[in-house]
């Protein structure tokens, strides 16, 4: 039995106990009417319900006619009226509303039953029978009084009734089911239904609930029963009557109950069994039904219509794309079903298979990652733990610089060199090296096999055509197979062709490998030995002769048909072609014949001529019939075709196989030569130098070349780089032996793509060749040189050394695995996207995609197919590449729709003036740095602002040699100038750096200390006798304008000044005019003066000195002196202004004023010209002699601060009229030491007020930069050399101490390397040849005449660059280090001991000087005037001296006194002297920065000449120009004799020529008073000789006969160094 | 060719739980702004407040900027530091704000936010210093999927702009 039928029987079990119950409860009640049982009687609940649902509707209609609104209202609410209405109305709706009870309980009933829950029944519906009860409670006696008289009669009446039922159903229901009796119906109508509806109904319940409980059913009987304690409330209340009826009802009941139910079963119940269908049925009855598609393959025909082949589109090229994966099984079952039910086939496509589209589903899943994989994924947003850090202030103002710098890094890999010539290659391993390149092109070629390829693909085109011809599939539209057919066989022809060279190709590169292997071999059996293992080894295959044969002979139609194909294409081309000519020229002809006929008849009518005139004659020719080729023709060249480029049939194939497994002949079986050659091979070494950004970075190991000319390196170098690459060089280096490496060849390396990082990128082979010349006594054929394999020596080869480096350059990965790849540019302005950078490098930068119309032109060769979504972006591209022809974006746009809502273009924007001169004047461009006020108008702009900066651009390149007069010169002035910027844009950026001190300025807080001092300070006293100078406020240079600043100039006293001499010629009586007044003045007390000067002590003269100090133009004097020693104490001010008005600290360093202080004399003339005035009037004039000048950069004053000393002053030397021997005598030996020496001195005391603060150079800012990033030093050096200075600067913190500078590329170099021994050019050593002091001071002399420029001049204050004293030669300017460098070096070369001196020195102050060790004492040299000092010399302008710099080490002074004059200069006591390296640190054997020896060329002495000319005549304008209001004239006599005179200077040097010059002079210019002197500099530029010129005022004369005389004299010295003469002076003629 | 002038101050900042704060500070504009003159980035200096919370820098910005299109209007943006008492500087918090668009005196209050890290992160940023920072700090300004980032609330960022415009009119935009 199965649930289902369990199920069932328990349903009917209990619908049937339900009958039971109903059957009970109706006997129970003999008050129940009639037609209730009738329908209780039947057991189908359908029929039950039927007369029911029949019945109740005409009952309850009246009821709810009669109550609708009491019933609705509630009894509840009515008041307790007993009327009878109101009884009857209350009766009525109580029993309605107990029918519908009932009725709901038996819906209910039902329903519980189905649902299996009998229990709670009853309880659910005991409550609402308590309610009623109480809310009956108030009308209930009347109810009772009527109830009763009702119920006797219908209780008889009922009674009878049940009887009456009983026997129906003992006997047997006669009525059918359902159908009321006649009887029944009349009861129906007739009978009232008023009394006891609860009753029953509570009756029913506990009956009910018996039925369930039927083993309890004897309890009923006892009205009192336990459970039925309300049944019996009821009964109690409704009082006696019903008492006894209860239990008649009781005992009746029982008694039916027993009677009735017990056969009822067998009446009513027919037990069948249940109902079951056997599997087997059912399978049979849904196989009626269902259909089940097969699982098994539907074969191909059934899906297709008849006769169809199934077409494979995929298989022809279409892309058709991936269909989506269903299960086969799945797939079969569907296409059963399909064809079961559409049998027109219309799912199933040309392939047999359902209709598919591709595959939906994404390649990837679109579901979130989990949380753990985040931080990976998105790099832009990743954050980075920082530690607390220190802070670094280089990178402070950059907000963006999060990266650490200098985390880039490049990796270069370096593999080997293989040479594949090189000049001890023998001839076998030319021949070697060449059969190897074959061998190895013809693997390439063989790898790649194109023409096999090609063949392939000649046939697969063949086959496509003879398909296409006969097409199966018709309905494909003839014309496109026509096309495609026509297509296909240009491809044919196209590709027959390729394949034709190429195999040509392999035949001949096969032949030429065996021709090359064959002259190997003949070498070899030649010179009787072999070099190289190489062994060459043709592998013949066999081949099958008839189907090669045979192969080959169909080839060979295939093409002739394809030929003749093409031909008669050709030709019936041509004939069409042909034809029409023909028609044309028939027409033609024609037309012409017609014409003449015309013509005959024009003769007749002369009209026709003009007729004819228009049709002028050109004839067409007559067209040629084309010819049809022949078939034998065409199969003549065919055959021909094929037996020139492919291999014959029948012959083998033939394979070669190159191997190194020959065997190379032993050294001492081999000619002497040959060994040389060998053992030249093994002493060769190679080495590559990494170079990058032209830096060497660094080198491989040095390694052996091998045999095979062959070197493996194996090395990577991780370079940390911090610029952007721009180039990648490996220099290649050859040594041979122990001597000096040549450098072969450069090879220069593609920086690698962004995309390319390490163990990714794979390693490249790059050739390089060198076109070095070198020829070898060996066997070794050279390099560059012809030689022959020919023993006649024809047929010359010439080689150059070449070879390939195999390396792989790549950019190197981080530990998280982000590649280490600097942003493109370093000079980034502002913000940039570090992101942004990045993809737009990796998507431009990407090689090979960025020509799109390459692209373009590619994708539409290769035919892409168009409906491949993988080729959609590059179909857009074509479409855009054919539909555009020629417009091709070639850029992509970062921000799109920014042009279309622009205000302007760009071009706009950069053509407004307001906007360019803002953009320069913020840039600090020297034109615009200060400008002020900028207007705010375009048009309020001049053009012109511009015209100066835009000539400035333009001229970069140019080289201008107006303002130099000699090409060299403006060339050197060009590249310092180039230099100088590369300089100040490389310390822009350190430029921009504040230090605290600049910012802020902090009163110190006055410690105990200081307040003691200004506590004494109140007790000292107010006027010292000595007092001393207080130092001042410092001012840094910001908001300072014009007129802020000025320079102090205090005139101390001056030693030593030339006196006058009397007129020389004592013979002639001067004139009396001539008679100065001085002279006169000068005699009274000269009286005094000692008798012992013999000559003339009456006409003893002295001097009047005054000085002159002029700067900027500006020139204030003192008042006039007496006397060779005067003093002055005089305090100049000086106004000061700064370039441009531009008052910053760099701009001022850059200032190349100079203060001129000149010394002139004060003469007086008398110039009475009557004497009888003499009395009553003076009249005289004054003149100023120049004796002298000193000359103070002010660069230097401002560097200094001040300066304080006695300098020494430059003297003419010549000073004609003027002497000092004299003094000598005059000094009365009172300072014997000052007398000794020449010259005299000036005490000068100089400063800027207010005292501004120096500018500190850029390089103690970002000298740690430097040192750590730019140098090729050893790094261990440069720690020994931050300890060295540490440890100086904690001694003696004043005195400089130097170990490292800076080159002029910027990098640091260890300060010894500058010091070599190098050549001083010959002519100097061969002046004096056995003399070496005075070559030594020719030498010092030439340096000095090398012109002298600051380094804060040049790099406006930025650092201190040394140069190598080749490019200082180059350049021509230098300051003291160069001076100084290059005269050591000289020194050293000349075979003296020589250090550099780092010192101060006036003016100068820190400086270098040069020290020497000359037999017994030491020498001081400055190297810029090229004067010398002893040890002892209190002139000496060194005043201090902090290290000293030999070749191969520095020493440091720790002495206590640093004066020149107190040190002892014996640098091996350590004592004294602190040495950098010393035994714990020994000097390494460092190499010197200096080239290795120094070239000179001649100067052209023409060009000098020339140049002298120039200057002279540019002088003598200049010295017209400063005389605006007088009249100059040149005397030519006096020229002609100083030009003379001039290279006898240069020759003495200026050194005692006075008196024979003067002699010289008198006796030319006899009548003439006569000043002048000459002027001696290194020649640089023009401007400085004019400057020197005007401030010696020669021209400030007024006297009306003035004459001037001007000459120039240059005399050259090696490499350019000029040295220049200028004579001027002024002439009077004595009347 | 309109022109704008930024000049202003970052006055201060309040609400941090550091003391000693300075701020770093850029401007970005899109490719249609040229620079004139001034200078894009700068930093402040360390202040401590002595009195209330609030940390004063009143650092000029002076800015003048020439523009073809509206496109790219500058913004500005903010790092505030704060450096303990070992000198160590540590990032406080970042900011955002677009320089406003009319011209006049305006006075913006700019609220920062800091990467939050991992509890291992935080644990260390308490005891020892230090914080997570963006690797790319131009995410401040440009969002991609920020919702990655996991951040605290830093203070505000006080600051002063004034705003001159030339010739907007010119090409149509009102202000």
Redesign the interface.
């Known amino acids: 039995m199965n649930p289902r039928e369990e199920k069932v029987s328990i349903i009917t079990e209990e619908s049937t106990a339900n009958d039971e119950d109903a059957e009970v409860g109706r006997r129970e009640k003999s008050s129940k009417v009639q037609r209730q049982q009738r329908k209780k009687q039947p057991p189908r609940a359908d029929s039950e319900e039927m007369v029911t649902g029949k019945a109740q509707p005409g009952q309850e209609e009246p009821e709810m006619h009669l109550l609708s609104m009491p019933a609705r209202r509630g009894p509840r609410s009515l008041p307790p009226i007993p009327s009878m209405s109101r009884t009857g109305f209350a009766e009525f709706s109580m029993r309605e509303r107990l029918r519908e009870k009932l009725q709901a309980a038996r819906s209910k009933a039902e329903s519980a039953l189905l649902q299996e829950i009998p229990t709670p029944r009853p309880r659910r519906l005991r409550s609402p029978s308590e309610k009623e009860l109480e809310t009956e409670f108030g009308p209930e006696p009347c109810k009772e009084s009527q109830a009763t008289s009702h119920r006797n009669d219908s209780q008889s009446y009922s009674r009878v009734k049940f009887h009456d039922a009983v026997q129906k159903i003992k006997s047997k229901p006669q009525a059918p089911p359902g159908f009321p009796s006649a009887e029944e119906a009349y009861n129906f109508f007739t009978f009232s239904f008023d009394p006891e509806p609860e009753e029953p109904t509570v009756k029913a319940r506990a009956k009910n609930r018996d039925g369930t409980h039927q083993e309890e059913e004897g309890e009923e009987e006892s009205p009192a029963g336990g459970m039925n304690k309300m049944v019996l409330n009821v009964i109690a209340r409704a009082g006696t009557p019903q008492k006894d009826e209860e239990e008649l009802l009781g005992s009746q009941d029982a008694k039916d109950f027993l009677l009735g139910l017990d056969p009822a079963p067998d009446e009513f119940v027919v037990v069948r069994p249940a109902e079951y269908e056997g599997t087997h049925t059912w399978l049979e009855k849904e196989k009626e039904l269902l259909f089940f598609p097969s699982r098994r393959a539907v074969p191909t025909w059934k899906k297709l219509p008849e006769n169809v082949q199934p077409r494979f589109l995929e298989d022809e090229g279409l892309y058709t794309g991936a269909r989506p994966e269903v299960a086969r099984a799945q797939q079969n079952v569907v296409e059963n079903r399909l064809l079961r039910q559409e049998p027109e086939r219309k799912w199933f496509g040309d392939d047999g298979r359902i209709l598919a589209l591709p595959s939906p589903i994404k390649p990837f899943s679109s579901r979130p990652r989990p949380l753990a994989q985040?931080p990976s994924a998105?790099?832009?947003?990743?954050?980075?733990?920082?530690?607390?850090?220190?802070?670094v202030h280089r990178t402070?103002?950059?907000?963006?610089s999060?990266?650490p710098p200098g985390s880039f890094q490049l990796d270069i890999d370096i593999s080997g060199l293989i040479f594949t010539h090189h000049p001890c290659f023998s001839r076998e391993h030319v021949l070697a090296a060449k059969l190897a390149q074959l061998y190895d092109q013809y693997l390439a070629r063989h790898q790649r096999s194109k023409a096999k390829f090609l063949t392939d693909k000649l046939q697969a085109l063949r086959n496509a055509v003879q398909t296409g011809l006969y097409p199966e599939k018709p309905h494909q539209s003839l014309d496109a197979t026509q096309k495609t057919i026509k297509e296909y066989k240009s491809e044919i022809r196209e590709t027959r062709k390729l394949r034709d060279a190429e195999q040509e190709k392999d035949r001949t590169l096969l032949k030429t490998i065996v021709k090359v292997w064959k002259e190997m071999k003949s070498l070899r059996e030649f010179q009787r030995f072999t070099n190289t293992p190489l062994k060459l080894v043709l592998r013949k295959e066999k081949v099958d002769q008839k189907a090669d044969e045979e192969a080959y002979e169909a080839e060979i139609q295939a093409e002739i048909s394809e030929l003749m194909e093409e031909h008669t294409e050709e030709y019936e081309q041509r004939l069409g072609e042909y034809r029409a000519s023909y028609q044309q020229w028939k027409a033609w002809k024609k037309a012409q014949k017609a014409k003449k006929k015309k013509k005959k008849q024009a003769e007749e009518h002369p009209e026709g001529e003009a007729e004819e005139e228009l049709y002028p004659g050109e004839e067409p020719v007559k067209p040629i019939p084309p010819e049809l080729l022949d078939h034998a023709v065409l199969e003549q060249q065919a055959r021909e075709r094929a037996a020139h480029s492919r291999r014959r049939p029948g012959e083998p194939v033939l394979l070669p196989e190159l191997s190194l497994t020959g065997s190379v002949t032993p050294d001492d079986q081999c000619p002497r030569a040959e060994v040389l050659r060998r053992e030249d091979v093994k002493r060769r070494s190679v080495y590559l130098k990494v170079l990058f950004n032209s830096k060497e970075v660094s080198r491989t190991v040095s390694r052996q070349l091998g045999a095979d000319f062959c070197v493996h390196f194996g090395q990577i170098f991780n370079l940390q780089i911090f610029n952007w690459p721009e180039s990648l060089t490996l220099q290649v280096y050859e040594t041979v032996g122990h001597s000096s490496t040549t450098l072969l060849a450069e090879v220069f390396l593609p920086i690698p793509e962004t995309t390319t990082v390490t163990r990714r990128a794979p390693v490249e082979e790059v050739e390089f060749s060198s076109s070095q010349h070198v020829t070898l006594d060996h066997e070794g054929v050279g390099s560059g040189v012809p030689f022959s394999f020919e023993a006649d020596g024809s047929n010359q080869l010439i080689l150059m050394t070449s070879g390939r480096v195999s390396h792989s350059v790549a950019w190197a990965t981080g530990d998280n695995g982000t590649p280490l790849i600097p942003p493109p540019s370093q000079q980034s302005?502002?913000?940039r996207?570090?992101?942004k950078r990045a993809d737009a490098i990796s998507s431009i930068g990407t090689s090979g995609l960025t020509d799109m119309k390459k692209l373009a032109k590619w994708a539409a060769e290769s035919k892409l197919d168009p409906n491949d979504p993988n080729n959609a972006p590059l179909m857009q591209l074509i479409s855009i590449a054919t539909s555009g022809e020629s417009y091709v974006p070639d850029f992509f746009r970062?921000?799109q729709?920014?042009q279309e809502?622009?205000?302007?273009?760009?071009e706009?924007?950069n053509r407004?003036k307001r906007?360019r001169l803002?953009?320069l004047?913020?840039q600090e461009v020297p034109e615009f740095r200060n400008y002020k006020q900028i207007p705010a108008y375009d048009r309020e702009i001049l053009e012109k602002v511009f015209q100066d900066y835009e000539k400035r651009l333009r001229d970069k390149s140019v080289i201008e040699t107006k303002d130099h007069i000699d090409t060299h010169r403006a060339i050197v002035a060009k590249y310092l100038q180039q230099v100088r910027e590369s300089v100040v844009n490389r310390f822009l950026i350190a430029k921009h750096h504040f230090l605290l001190s600049d910012l802020v300025v902090e009163e110190e807080v006055p410690n105990m200390s200081i307040l003691g001092l200004s506590l004494f300070k109140l007790a000292e006293q107010k006027r010292p006798l000595r007092p001393r100078r207080k130092g001042r406020k410092k001012v840094t240079a910001q908001n300072l304008s014009d007129g802020d600043i000025k320079l102090l100039v205090n005139i101390c006293r001056a030693y030593d000044i030339p006196v006058r001499k009397p007129p020389a010629s004592k013979s002639q009586q001067p004139a009396r005019s001539s008679r100065t007044f001085s002279d006169r003045h000068a005699a009274s007390p000269g009286a005094h003066s000692p008798p012992h000067s013999p000559d003339t002590p009456l006409s003893q003269v002295s001097v009047r000195p005054f000085v002159e100090v002029s700067f900027q133009r500006t020139i204030c004097h003192t008042t006039t002196a007496e006397g060779p020693n005067p003093s002055w104490n005089e305090e100049l001010e000086f106004p000061f202004r700064a370039p441009n008005g531009d008052y910053s600290t760099a701009s001022l360093q850059s200032v190349k004023d100079d203060v001129f202080i000149n010394i002139f004399d004060e003469v007086l003339h008398d110039i009475l010209e009557d004497d009888r005035e003499r009395g009553s009037g003076i009249h005289t004039r004054i003149e100023r002699h120049w004796l002298g000048c000193v000359k103070i950069p002010f660069s230097t004053i401002y560097s200094q601060a001040r300066i304080d000393g006695t300098f020494k002053i430059n003297t003419p030397p010549v000073l004609l009229g003027y002497s000092k021997e004299r003094n000598v005598l005059l000094e009365r030996g009172l300072d014997s030491v000052r007398s000794l020496s020449e010259g005299s001195y000036l005490t000068l005391f100089i400063t800027i007020e207010p005292q501004l603060v120096p500018g500190e150079s850029v390089r103690e800012k970002t000298s740690d930069l430097l040192k750590k990033f730019d140098s090729q030093e050893d790094e261990k050096l440069l720690q020994a050399t931050e300890k060295f200075q540490a440890e100086c600067a904690l001694k003696f913190p004043t005195r400089q101490c130097l170990t490292t500078v800076t080159d002029i590329s910027g990098k640091t170099v260890f300060v010894t390397r500058y010091l070599k021994p190098l050549n001083p050019p010959e002519e100097l050593l061969n002046v004096y040849p056995n003399n070496p002091q005075a070559t030594a001071e020719l030498v010092a002399r030439y340096v000095s005449l090398i012109p002298f420029l600051p380094d804060t001049v040049s790099f406006a204050g930025i650092c201190d660059l040394w140069s190598t004293s080749d490019q200082f030669l180059d350049l021509l300017a230098g300051d003291e280090e160069e001076h100084a460098v290059l005269l050591c070096d000289y020194f050293l070369f000349l075979g003296k001991k020589a250090w550099l001196v780092m010192g101060n020195a006036i003016p100068e102050g820190p400086t270098a000087y040069v020290l020497t060790w000359e037999q017994n004492h030491y020498l001081i040299w400055n190297p810029c005037s090229g004067h010398f000092y002893a040890q002892f010399d209190t002139f000496c302008p060194l005043k201090s001296v902090s290290c000293l710099i030999g070749p191969d080490n520095i020493w440091f002074n720790i002495q206590q006194y640093d004066s020149p004059l107190r040190i002892n200069f014996d640098v091996t006591k350590p004592k004294l002297w602190k040495s950098f390296f010393s035994r714990s640190l020994p000097y390494p054997g460092l190499s010197s920065v200096q080239p290795e020896e120094l070239i000179y060329q001649r100067t052209d002495k023409a060009a000098a000449a020339e140049l002298q000319d120039r200057i002279e005549k540019m002088l003598k304008e200049k010295i017209m120009d400063w005389r605006p209001r007088h009249l100059t004239r040149w005397n030519r006599h006096c020229t002609s004799t100083l030009r003379h005179f001039l290279p006898l200077l240069e020759r003495s040097q200026g050194e005692d020529v006075e008196d024979e010059h003067r002699a010289e002079l008198q006796k030319q210019l006899g009548d003439y008073r006569f000043s002048g002197f000459p002027l001696h500099m290194p020649y640089s530029e023009v401007k400085p000789l004019i400057e020197a010129v005007y401030s010696t005022g020669v021209h400030n004369t007024d006297v009306p006969n003035v004459e001037f005389a001007l000459a120039v004299y240059i005399h050259p010295y090696p490499k350019n160094v000029l040295s220049v003469w200028i004579y001027v002076a002024s002439l009077i003629r004595n009347r | 060719?309109?022109e704008a002038h930024v000049i202003g101050q970052i006055i201060g900042a309040t609400g941090f739980s550091e003391s000693s704060l300075f701020c770093?500070?850029?401007i970005?504009t899109?490719?249609?702004w040229?620079?004139?003159?001034?200078v894009?980035?700068?930093?402040t200096q360390v202040d401590t407040p002595q009195v209330g919370d609030m940390a004063y820098w009143c650092h000029p910005i002076d800015l003048?900027f020439?523009?073809?299109?509206?496109?790219?209007w500058p913004r500005l943006?903010l790092?505030v530091w704060s450096?303990?008492s070992?000198?160590?500087?540590?990032?406080a918090g970042y900011g955002f704000c677009h320089v406003p668009s009319s011209p006049g005196t305006h006075q913006l209050d700019c609220p920062t936010w800091r990467?939050l890290?991992s509890w291992r992160?935080q644990l260390?940023r308490a005891f020892?210093?230090?914080?997570?920072?963006?690797?790319?700090?131009?995410?401040i300004y440009?969002g991609?999927?920020?919702y990655?980032?996991h951040t605290a609330a830093g203070g505000t960022v006080r600051l002063e702009l004034g705003l001159l415009l030339r010739h907007f009119d010119?090409?149509g935009v009102e202000c």
Not at chain 1, 396 to 400: E, L, M, T
Not at chain 1, 901 to 906: I, P
């Open positions: 985040e998105q790099a832009g947003l990743e954050t980075h733990y920082k530690k607390a850090v220190k802070y402070q103002h950059v907000v963006g999060a990266d302005l502002g913000f996207s570090a992101l970062l921000e729709l920014q809502f622009n205000f302007v273009t760009s706009e924007l407004s906007f803002l953009c004047r913020s | 060719m309109a770093k500070w850029g970005h899109g490719a249609a040229k620079l004139l003159s001034g894009r980035e700068g930093q003048h020439a523009t073809k299109g509206l496109q790219g943006h790092q450096q303990d070992f000198g160590r500087c540590q990032l990467p890290g992160e260390a020892v210093g230090g914080g997570p920072q963006l690797l790319h700090a131009d995410t440009s991609a999927d920020r990655r980032l010119r090409y």
